[in-house]
Every structure is written in C-alpha cells, then in structure tokens.
C-alpha cells in the first residue's frame, strides 16, 4: 500500500536534547512537507522541498532543520534553540503542481520537558 | 499579511446540512483547498476550487468566489462520523505550498 509513514507516534524528551523526527513516502511524490499543529491550532509550514537536495523554510523554521537526501526521505530535526518545541508534527508530500491536494502521514507526538 | 478566517466551532444535527464559511486575504492565490481532520488524526483532502462556482463530490461541496475572497464547504446529510476539524487552505503558486486555516471544529449531534 502506498502512504506516508512517521515514526514514532509519540516522542518524550529532555530540554536542550535535539530530536530527530522520520518521514517516508512511497508514494513516488517529488513534493515533501513538515507542519506543525499546536492544540485548537491549524497547521502552520515548518520547512518544504520539491525535489530531491533542494528545501525551503516556511513560516516557522527558526529552530529546526531538515534534508532531502533521497526522495522517499525528509526527515525533520527539532534543535534546542527551538523555544516551544511541544507540538503534534504532521509531513506531508503532494505531486508538483498546484492541485492543492497533499497526502499526510498520520503525525508524532512530541512532549519535551 | 496573510490570513484565512473561519468559524471556530459550529454545531449540528444529524440529517442536517451545514456550510463551513473561509475567508481569505493572502498574497498570491491560484486556489481553495478543505480538509478534514479527526481528533488526534492525519488530515484527509476533500475537495479543491481553482475556478469559481462549485464543486461536488458525494456528500460534500465546495464553492469559490475569488473575486470575494471566499469560499465554502457544504456537507450534506451530516452524520456523526462528520464530527470533525474542518481546514480551509489556500494554494499561494503553483509549487502545491498550502497556507491553512485555523480550522473549524463540528459537531455532529443526534
């Protein structure tokens, strides 16, 4: 079946430790996505790529960085200089092109305390 | 700036037909893009407008005046599972960069 995957579901960790979030797709998709989504909140664009060692910065990528090494693959890591990082961490990808349809993967969890 | 603006909350009852209303104010704009998200879930698309008018698929529509900035999503025959966020998106270009909503909460009641 093809989809997205994110792994793990839920994430715990300490203040001041990075974290490194994963996103897989096989969905052939040149497109990836990393939003954000805070309680009551809609999604908010952390960073974005449409092909393969190329991305851009969203709104919000102060604290965070990715790569896009291979196509299935944009992993997302959360730094210690991110303030608030404690959020629900949705990837998404989408064909090139303006349809305005993106698949998204089912989201982690993270709790840093 | 940019900014989409839609109910908070809205309520229901089963058998109902509901319109979930977007405004829009953003710096490019090719089209209107809604979502659905259940509690804790991953976000699903339902429908997109590039062009103004409607658009329907099953239950639900869509519709799109660009020259009024605003679009809707009209859920038919409402059931509980409808119970849901609801997120309108614009598309700013053509890279498929989508600007969300801060969504709509429903609430589908018996």
């Known amino acids: 079946d093809g989809g997205i995957t994110q792994s793990p579901k839920y994430l715990f960790r300490k203040e001041g430790q990075n974290v490194t979030l994963s996103c897989e797709q096989n969905?052939?998709?040149?497109?990836m996505y990393w939003y954000r989504q805070d309680p009551g909140q809609g999604l908010r664009l952390i960073y974005y790529?449409?092909?393969?060692?190329?991305?851009q910065k969203g709104d919000i990528a102060e604290g965070y960085s990715v790569s896009r090494e291979k196509k299935e693959s944009f992993p997302l890591t959360v730094t210690s200089a991110q303030k608030n990082p404690t959020a629900f961490y949705l990837c998404a990808s989408s064909n090139p092109g303006g349809s305005g349809e993106q698949y998204f993967g089912p989201g982690t969890r993270l709790t840093v305390t | 700036g940019q900014s989409l603006e839609q109910p908070s909350e809205v309520t229901a009852v089963e058998g109902a037909i509901v319109q979930i209303n977007c405004t829009y104010q953003?710096?490019?704009?090719?089209?209107l893009s809604w979502y659905q998200q259940h509690d804790g879930g991953a976000p699903t698309f339902l429908s997109y407008n590039g062009l103004d008018g409607l658009e329907e698929t099953g239950r639900f529509s869509s519709f799109l005046s660009r020259s009024d900035s605003y679009g809707y999503l009209l859920l038919q025959e409402l059931q509980m599972k409808d119970s849901a966020s609801y997120f309108c998106a614009v598309l700013g270009g053509a890279t498929n960069k989508l600007i969300f909503g801060t969504g709509t909460l429903l609430a589908v009641q018996p």
């Open positions: 969905l052939n998709h040149d497109a």
């Open positions: 790529s449409q092909i393969v060692n190329d991305f």
């Open positions: 953003t710096s490019g704009f090719y089209g």
